[in-house]
């Protein structure tokens, strides 16, 4: 069946860092894909989203591109804040649109 | 604004009690999911409905039941049979169609007396 990987964490970096969170997906036909973020306490939020290859998603300055050869879609922002800190999700969502699949989330704190 | 609600934020229930959390979207999705969360971990899928009148179990049923007689309503019942209620309830729509992202309300949080 779909499957989402992500890198595992808690990931800590200083303010200003630049941030990568690595996320491969394994699917049949052509998924769309998503990051979510999740602050603590609350629900998910749509960060960004790609739905065919090479389509880049941004929002915030997160980046993600959606590579095919290498089932990846890695998220990226070149210099974090405090206030990024919070879990991220890489989803993915099938070729029929039916089913999403959620990778298991990598936790991001950012220090001041 | 549209958007998913979810009440109550937090919950808690007595042994053997029946609770029902509730999901309410004015977004016109046509599909709603329920998924449970624990600390520190991802999301489990308990349920989810295509259509109005018909859901499908997901990963986790087990002690849970569901019904969707509205579009705009999907509550969850954790049942006396789920022995380890105490989660983190999370419940989203989407359109239901490719290329379109779930969206989530703000979750419940349901705990054990």
């Known amino acids: 069946g779909d499957s989402v990987t992500q890198m595992e964490g808690p990931v800590t970096l200083s303010e200003e860092a630049c941030l990568t969170i690595n996320c491969t997906y394994t699917a049949t036909g052509y998924p769309s894909l998503f990051w979510y973020v999740q602050y603590p306490g609350e629900g998910l939020q749509l960060l960004l989203k790609?739905?065919?290859?090479?389509d880049k998603g941004s929002n915030k300055g997160f980046e993600a591109t959606y590579r095919k050869e290498t089932t990846s879609f890695h998220l990226e922002k070149g210099s974090v804040q405090v206030s990024d800190s919070a879990v991220y999700f890489c989803?993915?969502?099938?070729?029929?649109?039916?089913?999403?699949?959620f990778g298991p989330g990598t936790r991001l704190s950012v220090l001041p | 604004d549209g958007g998913i609600t979810q009440s109550p934020k937090y919950l808690f229930r007595k042994e053997g009690q029946n609770v029902t959390l509730s999901c309410e979207q004015n977004?016109?999705?046509?599909?709603m999911y329920w998924y449970r969360q624990d600390p520190g971990q991802g999301l489990r899928l308990i349920y989810y409905s295509q259509i109005v009148n018909d859901f499908q179990k997901g990963d986790i049923a087990e002690g849970y039941s569901v019904s969707r007689e509205k579009k705009e309503s999907f509550p969850l019942t954790v049942t006396s049979a789920q022995k380890n209620p105490t989660a983190f309830y999370l419940c989203?729509?989407?359109?239901?169609?490719?290329?379109?992202?779930?969206?989530f309300g703000d979750g419940t949080r349901l705990s054990i007396l």
């Open positions: 790609a739905t065919k290859a090479d």
């Open positions: 989803a993915l969502q099938d070729n029929y649109g039916q089913n999403f699949v």
């Open positions: 989203a729509s989407s359109i239901g169609d490719t290329n379109q992202p779930q969206h």
């Open positions: 977004l016109n999705h046509d599909a």
